[in-house]
């Protein structure tokens, strides 16, 4: 049996791409996300191809019930060595609009659920003494993004949160991975009106991440140009910085000038 990794948010875009390159790479996949006919058709898929994969439909807001799922994973591939977590959402938040439970919804998704997957197989990690946990964070959490509020304070949650872990497991023998891609073309961004550079295949970026994975990354922000535009970005002082993002917000959305 090959290197047990679960995925959260495996049903589609980057999930599934990863759970197909991870397991072309020998590992055997844990597949969970909510919907299970396209989990159902990739570990047809994957264990047609020689791999090993198992399914099972999990929220990953729902503590018990992701942690029972994953549990289930481990009964049938095997003690969980990686856990990828994945799974997440996106939302647009206007002034005009603001609704603070949507906020928290995606928080609540993005966040929490980062949390409870780890959560889940964390203390089997720690009795063996090895393992790695990563999370799919997002460029998007380096500074505050207008209109994408809530997804950037949930990924720059993921970051900080994953930062604090990696430094207190890493000598227990268990590496913590945070990749933090740029735009990707998946389902997520296919509403995005906004100009969306250095545009990556969710397989270009599969094939980057599990090297990276492989490499035991601390912290891995891709494609290079993009990780090199928030360098820039992050340096600019707020009065630029300002000025320069508020051209992403719509105009219709700007109401009356003061
Ligand atoms: N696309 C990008 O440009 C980009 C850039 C940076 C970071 N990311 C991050 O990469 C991750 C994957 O995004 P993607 O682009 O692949 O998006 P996607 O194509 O929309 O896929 C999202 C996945 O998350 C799952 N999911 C959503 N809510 C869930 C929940 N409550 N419980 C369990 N699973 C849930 C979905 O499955 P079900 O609907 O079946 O549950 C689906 O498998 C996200 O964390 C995203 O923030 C994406």
Not at 213 to 218: D, N, Y
Request: proline share 5%; hydrophobic share 45%.
């Amino acid at each position: 049996m090959g290197y047990h990794a679960i995925i959260t948010g495996a049903s589609a875009g980057i999930g599934a791409s990863l759970a197909r390159e991870l397991s072309s790479r020998g590992y055997s996949v844990g597949l969970l996300a909510r919907r299970a006919e396209p989990l159902e058709a990739l570990a047809e898929e994957l264990n047609a191809g020689g791999g090993q994969a198992a399914w099972r439909t999990a929220d990953v807001t729902d503590r018990e019930g992701l942690g029972e799922a994953v549990a289930e994973l481990e009964a049938e591939l095997g003690p969980c060595e990686l856990m990828v977590a994945n799974a997440g959402v996106i939302g647009l938040q206007f002034a005009d609009t603001f609704d603070g439970g949507e906020v928290a919804r995606i928080m609540d998704v993005n966040f929490n659920g980062v949390v409870y997957s780890i959560e889940a197989v964390l203390p089997g990690m720690l009795e063996r003494g090895r393992g790695q946990l990563v999370a799919i964070s997002s460029v998007a959490g380096f500074r505050g993004l207008p209109t994408w509020s809530a997804y950037s304070a949930s990924k720059a949650a993921v970051s900080t949160f994953m930062e604090a872990m990696r430094v207190e497991l890493g000598p227990r023998g268990i590496a913590c991975t945070t990749v933090q891609p740029g735009f990707i073309d998946t389902d997520l961004v296919k509403g995005n009106k906004n100009p969306m550079p250095f545009l990556l295949t969710p397989e270009e970026l599969s094939r980057r991440v599990a090297g990276a994975i492989q490499g035991r990354a601390g912290e891995f922000t891709v494609p290079w140009q993009m990780k090199g535009l928030m360098w820039l970005t992050r340096r600019l002082p707020n009065w630029l910085y300002d000025r320069v993002m508020y051209s992403s917000v719509p105009k219709s959305r700007r109401g009356p000038k003061p």
